[in-house]
């Protein structure tokens, strides 16, 4: 079986742009959560989605945004991008929102902005 | 908000020698908790994870951690450490249920000298 796979691989932007990252959870899994991991810190959590609707949200502004489409692969999007938007971006799928469905997480995006 | 905190960031063995890898959490309530391992060149993979119950969990690879509720602490260990161990280690904390996300340490990388 597939696992979580991402896309771009990496993507680099200006600032002030806006990118979409997207994955794609394994066959079967219904929930996407989105991390954001930054060079020598632990992935940050930024939203878990659930048949296509936000079930949790981390703390992080309302320039982030993602949606969850019908066959359960999500779209991360980030406007207006900073600086300190650089950073890995994990995406980790699970079949439900409940603590004991491991997470499986994806090989990341790695975006870069200039 | 809560914090995960591991004390050390890089740590260097020798093959055959013990590990014990520190992880303290801040939130006093309820609390799920996991480690995670990144191996060069692959994804976050769950190591092992407590939810209740014996405060000793064992997990891959002849890993294990313990739970101690008074110390707000879930140290990873292993008997024996293989050059195959050398990896970046993460603990995670996840309260009040899935939804919430997983907050993670900064990691500890970990090499293996054969």
């Known amino acids: 079986d597939a696992g979580v796979t991402q896309s771009p691989t990496h993507l ?20 996407v959560s989105w991390y954001q991991q930054v ?27 993602a949606r969850q489409f019908p066959n359960y692969s999500s779209e991360l999007n980030v406007n207006a991008l900073l600086l300190g938007d650089s950073a890995l971006y994990l ?7 409940a603590v004991y ?7 990341g995006t790695r975006l870069t902005v200039l | ?12 063995l020798s093959e055959a020698a013990s ?39 064992k997990g891959i690879k002849g890993f294990e951690a313990e739970f101690i509720k008074s110390k707000f602490s ?4 292993k008997p024996s450490v293989q050059w195959s161990d050398t990896a970046e ?12 996300g997983l907050t993670f340490g900064k990691g500890t990388h970990l090499i293996i000298q054969p």
């Open chain 2, 74 to 77: 879930f140290n990873l260990r």
């Open chain 2, 19 to 57: 590990l014990e890898l520190g992880c303290n959490y801040s939130y006093g309530g309820t609390v799920n908790l996991f480690w995670y391992v990144q191996y060069p060149g692959q994804h976050l993979q769950l190591l092992l994870k407590y939810f209740s119950g014996d405060p000793l969990v």
């Open chain 1, 39 to 65: 060079l020598g810190q632990g992935p940050q959590f930024i939203f878990q989605y659930y048949e296509k609707e936000e079930r949790g949200r981390g703390n992080f502004p309302d320039r982030f945004s």
């Open chain 1, 12 to 31: 680099i932007k200006t600032r002030g742009q806006h990118v979409t990252l997207r994955c794609s959870p394994i066959s079967g899994h219904k929930s």
């Open chain 1, 91 to 97: 995406c980790a799928s699970s079949g439900g929102t």
């Open chain 2, 1 to 12: 908000a809560q914090s995960v905190s591991q004390h050390n960031h890089h740590v260097i």
């Open chain 1, 101 to 107: 469905n491991e997470q499986f997480f994806g090989p």
């Open chain 2, 89 to 100: 280690y993460f603990c995670a904390v996840n309260q009040g249920g899935g939804a919430d």
